[in-house]
């Protein structure tokens, strides 16, 4: 068998890349919410099953993983909205599932900002990548969950921009206070929005 050419030998060098830096990115999202973004890199070089050199060398700055990190998340989430769509028979199914692992994304991106070092136009600007990215697939979800509602006769009500920010509001500060549970208060949110306001 011939000897790969260097354009195959490159291409298979980055994909073996992306898929180490990807092992790095989930290492670390599970390390952040366990341990908060103020966890060791070493913790993260442990989790990962790597030397702590080598996340150096994929992330030269804490708040370069934790960016990336934040980016990972949000593709993934973004991602599994149309997978979880398309595998479930309830749409109403499909979103809460879908809510609920943005629930989880929200406990990755907390401490974001101190992460940051007080870097107002990166923070900006990662806001509006996760709007691009999360609301469209939030208001899918959304729109197929309503369309399954029988008999429903109010209006759209919230949109998905108003479900997500609605959401994240209720994951404030929920891990300082045991008697609110967030899920539970979250999943009433959700089956608000998919019935509307009365009247309008």
């Known amino acids: 068998m011939p000897e790969p050419g260097p354009a195959a030998s490159d291409r298979v060098r980055r994909s073996d890349a992306r898929r180490n830096q990807e092992t790095l990115l989930d290492a670390a999202a599970r390390v952040f919410v366990r341990s908060g ?3 060791p890199v070493r913790e ?9 050199g080598t996340v150096y060398r994929h992330f030269p700055t804490r708040a370069d993983l934790v960016l990336a990190v934040y980016r990972h998340q949000v593709e993934a989430c973004a991602e599994a909205g149309p997978r ?4 479930a028979s309830d749409p109403d199914a ?3 599932q879908w809510v609920g692992l943005f629930v989880d994304f929200l406990v990755t991106k907390h401490g974001l900002p101190v992460a940051m070092h007080g870097d107002g136009a990166a923070t900006d600007a990662l806001h509006r990548y996760f709007v691009d990215r999360l609301v469209p697939v939030c208001a899918d979800l959304l729109t197929a969950a309503r369309a399954a509602v029988p008999e429903r006769t109010t209006s759209a009500g919230v949109t998905g921009y108003e479900l997500l920010r609605g959401v994240g509001n209720l994951c404030i500060g929920t891990a300082d206070d045991p008697d609110f549970d967030v899920e539970r208060a979250v999943q009433v949110y959700v089956s608000g929005a998919l019935v509307g306001v009365p009247g309008e």
Do not use: F, I, K
Request: no cysteine; charged share 20%.
């Open 37 to 39: 973004v103020d966890a």
């Open 44 to 52: 993260v070089a442990t989790e990962a099953g790597v030397g702590v």
């Open 84 to 87: 979880l769509l398309s595998e």
């Open 94 to 96: 499909a979103l809460r």
